[in-house]
């Protein structure tokens, strides 16, 4: 009696791929671009609200002054600059330029970020493609690139952290300091072959309190416990003072 074939695998699709398949690279780029296009080309004085503020910082640093104004009386102003000063040297070359070029600049980084985030995933071309059109009718994608906020820089980095995390070498790079790992066996890179786990992913809230000797509890008690006594005393308790 002959064997019975195995059922196909339907992850597996038939290799070529099907009219939807070849129609949603162009749908995506068309999409995409009529989507930015016209959320810049309507954006008026709200283009690059955010940059501006980046932009007035670090020509604040180009000129010899500090790059906070202190003297506002509250936050949440225009052009106010609340990023650390690691930020500043991002945008310094922006800032030779005139403001308007600055903005048009910048933007084009964004966009260029955006797609270079998408580009690096480390899935099936036509995931990246679905991706690409996904952010086209995605309003919080739209709006981080028409004031000009940082969200496509950090998507290309996280994407490009999800790709090559597990490349010889690369561990180190990602890796925190021996205190806060020594009880974080989830933080050390999956060997090869292993299959994957959502254990990869750290609590960063058990991981916050592993570094602060916050115990206030988190998905792995080994994490909440004061890094140099071991005391499992909650963290309100520990810096209460005595009665």
Known sequence: MAPTPAPPD????????????????????????????TTLLVAGDTLGYDFRAYH???????AGQPAYDTSYQAAGGFGLFYYPPTFIPLVLPFALLPQAAAVWAWTALLVAALLGGIALLPVSARVR??????????????????????????????????????RPGAA??????????????????????????????????????????NGTGGSN????????????TPWPERIAPPA
């Open 10 to 37: 339907p992850r597996a699709g038939s290799g070529r791929p099907g009219a939807a398949g070849r129609l949603l690279p162009p749908l995506a780029i068309a999409v995409f671009a009529l989507a930015v296009g």
């Open 56 to 62: 007035a910082a670090a020509a604040r640093v180009l």
């Open 129 to 166: 493609w679905a991706v690409v059109l996904l952010a086209a009718v995605s309003w919080p994608a739209l709006y981080a690139v028409k004031l000009g906020q940082v969200g496509p820089l950090l998507l290309l980095l996280f994407a490009a952290g999800w790709r090559w995390i597990e």
């Open 172 to 213: 180190g790079a990602w890796r925190l300091p021996p205190p806060v790992l020594s009880r974080a066996p989830t933080m050390h890179p999956r060997p090869r072959g292993a299959p994957r786990r959502g254990g990869r992913v750290v609590d960063r809230a058990a991981l916050e309190m592993r570094s602060t000797g």
């Open 221 to 232: 008690p080994s994490l909440s416990a004061s890094p140099a006594t071991g005391d499992c």
